[in-house]
């Protein structure tokens, strides 16, 4: 892991109660407001529960960023294209959040964010094809963030452990500190989401946190392309249950963009009838995930390719066994 700056116990412990502090304003301001997600079928929780929550991990990560900016001034057009891409995907998030927005118009404004993140790549340093990539996965990430954000801490949980095995594979101190800095800010929320939600991210929360693992996954990658398919590992959860499910709807001839709750994670709590076993059980994959990444980052690239198709074989023969599962339950009533 790069080495700290001297004032990390500050850098962390500020952006940890940045977002705390936040998350208990942005709860009362959701009750006063009564911007209150409540239950229904395409809804996992079972008690109405304000949402927008996700606004105080923005508000860390934004300060982290600005520090970050006058600590490594070197890559200010990066930083700012990842901080101003961010305020575009949690805005349009937060106006979604108190006011439905068409899909479409969410989807220009983060495709704008997706293509400054992708100019500040390249004026990083990296080619036009990277930028290209950091376009793409950032539309991807920002999506599937707001997919899977449907039980109890899953997508708070995920970006802890996606942004912390980044923190410790990254090329230098500059991207670990915002790694860890973005680690910081969703601890700094999850006890208020995990294992009882008392508010949700909202759209303002899970857009920008796939946006920001975007932006941190591309900056690593650009430095060193041989690390990418690793940095997928961490992911890979998210990725498969997203992918499928989404390839499914599309094949079916539904409504891909509509809210729903057909991927497996949503069917599995509803199973178990528990959030918290299903979050722990993800959390366990993109552990094993994370620690086979950092165990595989110095092997022969042959092996890393191999791994990385294994791992998400493996996945997806899990997903498609619990699909298996879904079908017989449904058939049998239950």
């Not at 990296?126 to 950091?134: F, R």
């Not at 398919?229 to 992911?235: F, G, H, N, W």
Request: net charge positive; charged share 10%.
């Amino acid at each position: 892991m790069p080495e700290a700056p001297a004032n990390w116990a500050v850098w962390l412990g500020s952006c940890f109660a940045i977002a705390a502090t936040g998350t208990w304003l942005a709860r009362r301001y959701a009750l006063r407001r009564q911007l209150v997600d409540m239950p229904g079928d395409r809804r996992s929780h079972r008690v109405p529960t304000p949402r927008g929550g996700g606004i105080a991990i923005v508000a860390a990560l934004l300060v982290a960023i600005a520090w970050l900016s006058a600590y490594q001034p070197g890559h200010m057009q990066f930083l700012a294209s990842l901080g101003i891409g961010c305020v575009l995907v949690a805005g349009v998030g937060w106006i979604d959040d108190h006011q439905p927005l068409s899909p479409w118009l969410r989807l220009a404004v983060q495709a704008i964010a997706a293509t400054l993140l992708g100019w500040g790549i390249v004026q990083d340093g990296a080619g036009v094809v990277t930028g290209t990539i950091g376009f793409i996965v950032a539309m991807a990430l920002v999506n599937i963030w707001n997919f899977m954000d449907g039980i109890d801490g899953i997508a708070t949980s995920q970006a802890i452990l996606v942004a912390g095995a980044y923190g410790f594979i990254a090329g230098h101190a500059s991207q670990a500190w915002l790694a860890f800095a973005l680690v910081a800010g969703c601890m700094g929320f999850l006890p208020f989401n995990f294992p009882t939600a008392r508010i949700f991210l909202g759209d303002v929360g899970s857009g920008a946190l796939g946006f920001a693992l975007a932006g941190l996954g591309v900056w690593i990658a650009s430095k060193d392309w041989s690390q990418a398919p690793l940095l997928m590992l961490p992911l890979s959860a998210f990725l498969i249950d997203a992918s499928w499910t989404l390839a499914g709807r599309v094949a079916r001839g539904q409504r891909w963009w509509l809210p729903h709750a057909e991927h497996a994670y949503q069917y599995w709590a509803r199973r178990t009838k528990s959030h918290k076993i299903v979050t722990l059980g993800y959390a366990g994959w993109t552990v094993l995930a994370g620690l086979f990444m950092f165990w595989s980052r110095d092997r022969a690239p042959a092996f890393i390719i191999a791994g990385v198709m294994s791992a998400f074989m493996a996945g997806s023969a899990v997903w498609a066994c619990s699909r298996w599962i879904q079908r017989k339950d449904e058939a049998a009533g239950r």
